[in-house]
């Protein structure tokens, strides 16, 4: 059977992949993996491999192998800006605080 574009439904995420999936800590994730993209975008345009990665920031090469292959859970999100600061750039933080929005639950169907 064939499927039509009537088949899906389209829903518009939040911005934080995180967050659509309901993880309590969605902020944090969201900004750690967004640290970290952006050290392995630094790493791949520079061509260097890890250990002179290493000798050039003093961050250890298992270091950057955690945060090439996304394992995060050892990173805080200031350690992360700390490698950044190595690698020769500058972090700036914006933040928005505002009230959570509670999605309500859908009405019953008769």
Do not use: W, Y
Request: aromatic share 4%; with cysteine.
């Amino acid at each position: 059977m064939s499927k039509t574009h009537e088949d899906f439904q389209l829903v518009d995420g939040s911005g934080n992949a995180f967050r659509d999936f309901g993880r309590a800590d969605a902020d944090v994730r969201q900004t750690k993996a967004r640290l970290a993209a952006r050290i392995i975008g630094i790493l791949d345009d520079d061509g260097l491999s890890t250990p002179k990665d290493q000798r050039r920031t003093g961050v250890s090469h298992a270091d950057f192998t955690r945060i090439c292959k996304v394992r995060l859970d050892r990173f805080t999100t200031d350690r992360l800006m700390t490698v950044l600061n190595k690698l020769g750039q500058q972090v700036d933080v914006q933040i928005d605080v505002r009230r959570r929005v509670v999605a309500e639950a859908a009405p019953a169907h008769p």
